[in-house]
């Protein structure tokens, strides 16, 4: 069972195997066909594509009337109906990747998790690796049965903004923004038009836990790298812009041998739509 990452070579003796289900995850903030339209071109064999904002987010408004992000989590049984749509078996093996460094792989993997299936890893190094190998690429696109994924208890954490709210006062869990530094600084208005972080949040960007290659760090670096953010990793929590690219953060931590931390789904999207909770803004 791959739980965390998996290597390209790896990967390439099992991709015809009928109890792996590989999902194409690759997306763009600023082009949201983007991730589609590369797939068409071409995708790992036997891929299938899986949309961030339609597949693994849900929706803006809840029913409560209220804005919770731009990428809230899907509901528990609508992500599990997406799953089984993809052929997912309670003991499938399933496989993340795209072309950002794991940042939307992440996601996917997350969210497995968040309903039980503990076998789920993320492409290492993404399509690159890949294609650095020479593996091939294709178009054809598979038609898979039906599975029958069922919901299981959480295997992660999650906080809710009251839960961040509460934090304020106490300090007793440390907020990490996966976000760039000009976002979590509050000098980039293109993707934030509020600009800021969560006040007491620590920076951890996510492209910090790869290597130069696109790969991810080792667990010692990634150990030592994550030790002043925080004390222990079921004290942290993890955010980003809208709950995606934090999921890496969330990975390396399992990476690392840290597990435990939890996830905001809402994020910096969520906090900063009520213009009463607090802004913290510079480094």
Aim: proline share 5%.
């Amino acid at each position: 069972m791959h739980t965390t990452l998996i290597s390209a070579t790896d990967l390439s003796q099992h991709l015809t195997d009928d109890n792996w289900v590989i999902l194409d995850c690759r997306h763009d903030l600023m082009n949201p066909n983007a991730g589609r339209d590369g797939f068409a071109i071409g995708h790992i064999q036997n891929a299938q594509f899986a949309n961030i904002d339609n597949d693994l987010s849900g929706a803006k408004v809840g029913a409560d009337g209220k804005f919770h992000g731009r990428h809230p989590l899907p509901e528990r049984a609508a992500l599990i109906e997406t799953l089984r749509g993809w052929g997912i078996n309670d003991d499938t093996q399933v496989v993340a990747y795209d072309a950002h460094g794991g940042m939307f792989a992440a996601r996917l993997w997350w969210l497995l998790r968040w309903v039980g299936h503990p076998a789920v890893a993320v492409l290492d190094g993404g399509l690159a690796a890949w294609q650095a190998q020479g593996l091939p690429m294709v178009t054809p696109v598979v038609a898979r049965a039906r599975g029958a994924i069922a919901e299981r208890a959480s295997l992660v954490p999650t906080v809710s903004v009251e839960d961040v709210v509460a934090n304020l006062a106490t300090q007793a869990r440390t907020v990490v923004d996966a976000r760039a530094a000009d976002r979590y600084r509050g000098e980039n208005e293109t993707i934030d038009p509020v600009g800021g972080h969560i006040p007491g949040a620590r920076n951890r960007f996510f492209k910090d836990n790869l290597n130069a290659d696109g790969r991810f760090k080792g667990a010692a670096q990634l150990r030592d790298e994550f030790a002043p953010l925080f004390a222990n990793a079921p004290q942290a929590i993890m955010q980003c812009g809208s709950g995606v690219t934090a999921c890496h953060n969330l990975l390396a931590l399992e990476v690392a041998g840290l597990p435990g931390a939890a996830l905001y789904p809402g994020s910096w999207s969520e906090w900063c739509a009520d213009p009463a909770r607090p802004v913290a803004t510079g480094a």
